[in-house]
C-alpha cells in the first residue's frame, strides 16, 4: 500500500501515548501485531490513543478492508453494525466480549476480536477504508475509499500546509472523521511526532500537554475556534505554535479579524480549508495571506482538482483524483468500486472574479417561512457578525418558525430579535430565540444539528 510506504519511510517518527507516555517509533509498529492476513473486513473502534493507531497501522499494511469507526458508538450500533458486515477482527477495548467472536492476544498490550466462522464474501481489491457518513447513528452506510484516494488527497495537502520534519502534531481531531484523517495521514508522512490523544481543547489536561509536548498544529471546526476566542487564546503568543487548520464551516468576521490579527502579530499561518468524506477530506484552501481579503471564502481548489458550479442550483461539483468509490450500505456493495467522476457536494455555491470559491449554504440547510426562502447558514453569520461573534445556531421548526439559540447569557434576547427583524424582515411571530448553557457536539466537534432540532420539534409540536 502507497500511504503505508510514504509513512514509513518517514524513519524518525515517533507515536507518544498522552495518557500512559509510552512511545514507539513507526518501525516499532510495523507488524508488530500477530494477525492472519486474509481478504476481509476489520472494525476499529478508535479513540486515537497508541493501541488504536498501532492497530490501524499494522492492519493497513495487510490484505484487509478498514472499517474505522468511533470507540463512543452505543454498543447497539456497534452490534448492527457488526451484523450486517461480519467482520473478521474487530478491535474495540470497551467490550469484554462479543458474541461469535474469541478474544486474541495480538501483542502484549492489543486484543482482538477474532470471528469463530470466517465468512467468505467478495471484497473489491481497491476497497481500502471505510469511513462512516454518520458518526453517531450508527448508520451501516460508509463512504468507500481506496489507497490512490488517500495519497492523492495526502499529497495535495503537503502542497500547501507548512509540515516540517520537526513537527510534534496532536491528534485532537478523531481521526475516524475523514478531517482528522487527514491530518494523521499528512502529518505521519512528514512529521517527527504524533502525540496519541483522547483529550480535547476543552479539558485541562489537553492544555497541560500542549506545554509539555510543544505542540506545532492545532486543528479544529468553527466551535472550537469560537471556544479559543472565548478564552482569550488568541491574545497572547504561543511559541511552539506555528500554524493553525480549520475545516467544517465559515467563521464569523469578528472571529477572523482576531485570528489574522493573531497570525500578524506573532507569526503564525492561519488555513481555512474545505472538504468532505467523500473526497478523502480536502477540496479546496484558502492561503493565509488571504485570510482578511477573502476571510469567508474556502478559496481555491487543490492541486489536481476543480471546481464546477452547475448552472440551474448553484450546486458546487468537486472533480479530482481524491474523489470515493461509491457508498456501502450492506456487506455485498463491497465486492464493487465505482470511482466517482464529480462529487455533488450538495453545498450551493458562488465563485468571485479573482477565482475564489465561497459556500453561500447548504441546499438542504434551507427553509420557507410565510413564503420567504431563508438561508440558516447565512443567518447564523449574520448574527455573529452583528452581535459580536457569540455562537449562535439557526434551525427550522415544522417549517413554522425559525429558532435562534444562543450560549451567552449575557445577550439581551430582544436585542437579538431585533437584529433578526430588521436584518430579515421576519415577524416576531415566527421567530423562537432560546438561551442554551451548552451546545451538543458530535463527536468531530461540530454543532448537533439533528439532536437540536429532534428536540425542538418536540417543544413545539
Not at 467478495?122 to 460508509?142: D, M, R, Y
Request: hydrophobic share 40%; glycine share 6%; charged share 25%.
Amino acid at each position: 500500500m502507497e500511504l503505508y510506504d510514504l509513512i514509513r519511510k518517514n524513519e524518525k517518527l515517533i507515536f507518544t501515548d498522552s495518557g500512559t507516555g509510552i512511545s514507539k517509533s513507526i518501525a516499532e509498529m510495523h507488524q508488530s501485531l500477530e494477525i492472519e492476513n486474509l481478504r476481509s473486513v476489520v472494525f476499529i473502534y478508535n479513540d486515537n490513543q497508541l493501541p488504536a493507531i498501532e492497530t490501524l497501522l499494522n492492519f493497513y499494511q495487510s490484505r484487509y478492508t478498514i472499517a474505522l469507526l468511533g470507540m463512543g458508538l452505543l454498543e447497539d450500533f456497534k452490534e448492527n453494525l457488526e451484523q450486517k458486515y461480519t467482520p473478521y477482527y474487530i478491535y474495540d477495548p470497551t467490550r469484554t466480549a462479543i458474541e461469535g467472536y474469541s478474544a486474541v492476544k495480538a501483542s502484549d498490550t492489543i486484543i482482538l476480536f477474532k470471528r469463530n466462522v470466517n465468512l467468505i464474501y467478495p471484497i473489491h481489491a481497491k476497497t481500502k477504508l471505510l469511513l462512516s457518513t454518520s458518526g453517531t447513528t450508527g448508520s451501516p452506510k460508509f463512504v468507500r475509499l481506496s489507497d490512490a484516494n488517500l495519497v492523492q488527497n495526502a499529497k495535495s495537502i503537503m502542497e500547501y500546509m507548512p509540515i516540517k520534519t520537526d513537527d510534534v502534531v496532536p491528534l485532537n481531531v478523531p481521526i475516524n472523521f475523514v478531517y482528522g484523517l487527514s491530518i494523521f495521514t499528512t502529518n505521519c508522512i512528514k512529521a517527527n511526532k504524533i502525540v496519541c490523544t483522547d483529550k480535547d481543547a476543552f479539558q485541562k489536561e489537553f492544555w497541560a500537554d500542549f506545554k509539555k509536548y510543544g505542540y506545532s498544529t492545532l486543528g479544529g471546526v468553527p466551535y472550537f475556534y469560537e471556544m479559543l476566542y472565548s478564552i482569550g487564546f488568541f491574545k497572547k503568543d504561543h511559541p511552539s505554535l506555528r500554524y493553525l487548520t480549520h475545516t467544517g464551516g465559515m467563521l464569523n468576521q469578528k472571529l477572523i479579524e482576531a485570528i489574522a490579527e493573531f497570525s500578524e502579530k506573532f507569526d503564525k499561518q492561519f488555513f481555512a480549508q474545505y472538504g468532505q468524506t467523500e473526497a478523502c477530506g480536502r477540496m479546496a484552501y484558502l492561503p493565509p495571506k488571504d485570510l482578511l481579503r477573502k476571510g469567508t471564502s474556502i478559496g481555491l481548489p487543490v492541486k489536481n482538482g476543480k471546481f464546477e458550479i452547475d448552472n440551474e442550483t448553484d450546486e458546487l461539483i468537486y472533480i479530482g483524483p481524491n474523489v470515493f468509490g461509491g457508498y456501502a450500505n450492506i456487506r455485498a456493495d463491497l465486492q464493487f468500486f465505482e470511482q466517482q467522476e464529480k462529487l455533488h457536494t450538495g453545498d450551493k455555491a458562488r465563485k468571485d472574479d479573482e477565482g475564489y470559491y465561497y459556500i453561500v449554504g447548504r441546499i438542504k440547510r434551507i427553509v420557507k417561512l410565510f413564503g420567504v426562502r431563508l438561508n440558516l447558514d447565512e443567518t447564523e453569520l449574520l448574527l455573529k457578525d452583528a452581535l459580536g461573534g457569540q455562537t449562535f445556531i439557526c434551525l427550522g421548526i415544522n417549517d413554522k418558525h425559525l429558532a435562534v439559540m444562543y450560549t451567552d447569557q449575557n445577550l439581551n434576547k430582544e436585542l437579538i430579535l431585533k437584529v433578526l427583524k430588521a436584518k430579515l424582515n421576519l415577524h416576531a411571530s415566527s421567530l423562537k430565540v432560546i438561551f442554551i448553557e451548552d451546545v451538543p457536539l458530535t463527536p468531530n466537534g461540530k454543532v448537533n444539528y439533528p439532536l437540536l432540532k429532534e428536540s425542538l420539534e418536540v417543544s413545539y409540536a
